[in-house]
Each structure stands twice: as structure tokens, then as C-alpha cells.
């Protein structure tokens, strides 16, 4: 079973399998997610495009999009013969898109076959499978029904819960405003864990810093990280001792250039453009003096034709080396 203690969340377009190897260069431990990949996808298409990942990943699971029982068992099965520690069922992106495919949000209105999908995706497979939602959907939005939700999904064999702390309002707000807009209600995530003690209770939304996530684990059993951990990711390199209690030295940021080199050029000679993996990598030194003239280097000459690791290199240059911090001394976040 996975430790949910920290997880960084399903972003569609940022957590493809470039993002997840540089993330997995700064943490360890915490739990990585693949963008959503819908059944569609991989019953239709070329289902090694989408499920590819690099072994050192691990534990990484597969967020699946979709709402036919059937479907999403052959998928999990997919999920497990390609060594993923766990597939998760999408019951929380409220875009039009996703409605128009009858998964994501608009499935807390139908328990029962969110509870068909898990069920029949459990009986497949025997890593775990897991669901993310919200805390209710446009007017459906009281604690009975989501109860009602978690009781129905639970019964069906699911254990671990990631629980978006806002509801979702499937018209009139875009997928980033439904990020926003809807209040955070930690306590109602908080209440859910009390009255389903047995239950894995994972809190997603707005949580910004291990200081915050520490503080929620007083209350539940996991913390998910999203576009934070994207566009600061240093924030994850000092998770391993906070949180996984994994006192390993810690590496600098420029340490971890050095270790992404042999992976770009390798990929590189798969034909993989030097883009395609720079663009996660930005906001590596955020907050540091040159970050943004390392920045500006990545973005103007990443997508020239002669780009290589050694530009990315190059771009490292402008940012003054710092000393790698150990685990017992000063806060690594602050280098």
C-alpha cells in the first residue's frame, strides 16, 4: 500500500512522466501521480504513450477518467501489468469536457456507480484503488450526501479517500475558478475522518507549505500538494525528513541539475525534445537571485533545434551555487 502521507496531485499537462522524474529527484518518498488518462485513451489509442514512466518514479499511480465498470477494470489491469503502485479513479474535475465523458465531478451524484467502477476495478487487480472528489457538487453539497458518497464507494472496497476540500459548481465556473472560488472547508474533511475513522482520508486543496501539511496530518491521514509543488517545487526536498522521518543528506538544487543531465541526454537520443522536459523544471530555483534570468534562458533557447542538457546547464550558471544542507541543520528551504 502506498504512504499517502504527502502526495503531489493529478495535474493534466504538468505531471507527465518528465515532471514526475525531476520531482522524484527531490523527494523520495511522497506519493507521485500521472495526469489524468482517460479509458478512452488506453483502450483506443496507443496505451504505451500514456502509460510509460521511469522505474526510479516509484510509488507512482495512475489517475484514471471514466464511468463504465467494465472499461475501467481492463485499464487497472493495464495499470498493474505496467508496475503502477496504484490507480485512482477521477470523481473531482468539474471541466465541460469531462462531463461531456460522464467522469469527474459530476459522478458524486451517482454513488452507485462510482461504487460499480470501484468495485469492479478492485476485483481486477490487487494494487490498490483509490478515489479523489470534492466535498459535493453544485447544490448537492450537504455532509449527509457526502457521506452518503463515501459510505456507498467504501462498501464497494475502496479504503483510501482524497478529498478536494471545495465543492465544484459544474456550470459557470471554469476549472481554474473552481479551484478558487468555492471556499476551502478543512473542518469538513476533518469531520469525515472522525466519522469514518477506518477510512484513509487524504486532504487536498490550497495547502501550500510542509509546515501546513504537517498540521493537517494532526487531523487526517495524508496531504496532496498541487500546483505548489509544480511551480515551487523545493518545497518538496526537505518532505522526506518532515514527513517520512527518511534523514538521507539532502542535495542542492544544483545537485539536482546534475542529476537530471544523464536523463535529458538519454532521452534526447529517444528523440525527445529538450522542451518537453525543461518547461517542469522552472521553478526549481524560485525565490533565488538569478531565478528569473534562469528562467528566461530555459524559455528562449529551449525550443531551438541544437538545445541540449548543456543549455539547461548553462542556465544553472547564473544562479551562485549554495552549500547542500544536512538533515539536522538549517531549514533546506531557506538555502
Given amino acids: 500500500m502506498p504512504?499517502?502521507?504527502?502526495?503531489?496531485a493529478p495535474?493534466?499537462?504538468w505531471t507527465d512522466r518528465y515532471c514526475r522524474y525531476f520531482l522524484r529527484l527531490i523527494t523520495r518518498h511522497t506519493l507521485l501521480y500521472t495526469e489524468m488518462v482517460t479509458t478512452g485513451a488506453l483502450l483506443h489509442r496507443d496505451p504505451e504513450r500514456f502509460l510509460a514512466f521511469h522505474e526510479s518514479e516509484h510509488p507512482v499511480a495512475l489517475q484514471l477518467g471514466g464511468s463504465e465498470p467494465a472499461e475501467l477494470a481492463v485499464c487497472a489491469r493495464f495499470a498493474e501489468k505496467r508496475g503502477y503502485d496504484e490507480v485512482n479513479?477521477?470523481?473531482?474535475?468539474?471541466?465541460?469536457?469531462v462531463q461531456s465523458g460522464r467522469f469527474g465531478a459530476c459522478l458524486m451524484a451517482e454513488p452507485k456507480v462510482v461504487a460499480d467502477c470501484i468495485r469492479a476495478m478492485s476485483d481486477a487487480v490487487a494494487i490498490p484503488v483509490?478515489?479523489?472528489h470534492r466535498i459535493g457538487i453544485d447544490d448537492r453539497d450537504s455532509y449527509a450526501?457526502?457521506?452518503?458518497?463515501?459510505?456507498?464507494?467504501?462498501?464497494?472496497?475502496?479504503?483510501?479517500?482524497?478529498?478536494?476540500?471545495r465543492k465544484a459548481w459544474l456550470e459557470g465556473l471554469s476549472p481554474k475558478e473552481n479551484r478558487e472560488i468555492p471556499p476551502l472547508s478543512y473542518a469538513t474533511v476533518h469531520q469525515l475522518k472522525g466519522d469514518f475513522p477506518d477510512l484513509e482520508i487524504v486532504i487536498n486543496g490550497g495547502i501550500l507549505t510542509l509546515d501546513q501539511a504537517e498540521e493537517q496530518l494532526k487531523q487526517v491521514d495524508g496531504v496532496m500538494i498541487g500546483r505548489e509543488a509544480y511551480h515551487n517545487p523545493w518545497i518538496l526536498a526537505d518532505a522526506d525528513r518532515r514527513i517520512f522521518g527518511d534523514h538521507h543528506p539532502l542535495p542542492s538544487r544544483h545537485d539536482i541539475i546534475e542529476q537530471l543531465m544523464p536523463y535529458i541526454e538519454e532521452e534526447q537520443r529517444q528523440g525527445t525534445p529538450v522542451s518537453r522536459i525543461s518547461r517542469h523544471i522552472l521553478g526549481l530555483f524560485?525565490?533565488?537571485?538569478?531565478?528569473?534570468?534562469?528562467r528566461?534562458?530555459?524559455?528562449?533557447?529551449?525550443?531551438?533545434?541544437?538545445?541540449?542538457?548543456?543549455?539547461?546547464?548553462?542556465?544553472?550558471?547564473f544562479i551562485r551555487p549554495t552549500v547542500p544542507v544536512s538533515p539536522t541543520?538549517?531549514?533546506?528551504?531557506a538555502d
Wanted: hydrophobic fraction near 35%.
Fill in 130 to 132: 483509490t478515489t479523489k
Fill in 329 to 333: 541543520g538549517a531549514d533546506p528551504l
Fill in 145 to 165: 450526501e457526502l457521506c452518503d458518497f463515501v459510505g456507498t464507494v467504501a462498501e464497494a472496497g475502496c479504503r483510501t479517500f482524497i478529498v478536494h476540500a
Fill in 286 to 294: 524560485q525565490g533565488q537571485p538569478g531565478a528569473r534570468t534562469w
Fill in 89 to 97: 479513479l477521477n470523481v473531482g474535475c468539474p471541466s465541460d469536457r
Fill in 11 to 13: 495535474m493534466l499537462d
Fill in 3 to 8: 504512504d499517502h502521507k504527502l502526495c503531489v
Fill in 296 to 317: 528566461r534562458h530555459i524559455s528562449e533557447n529551449a525550443h531551438r533545434k541544437e538545445a541540449d542538457a548543456a543549455m539547461i546547464r548553462e542556465a544553472a550558471g
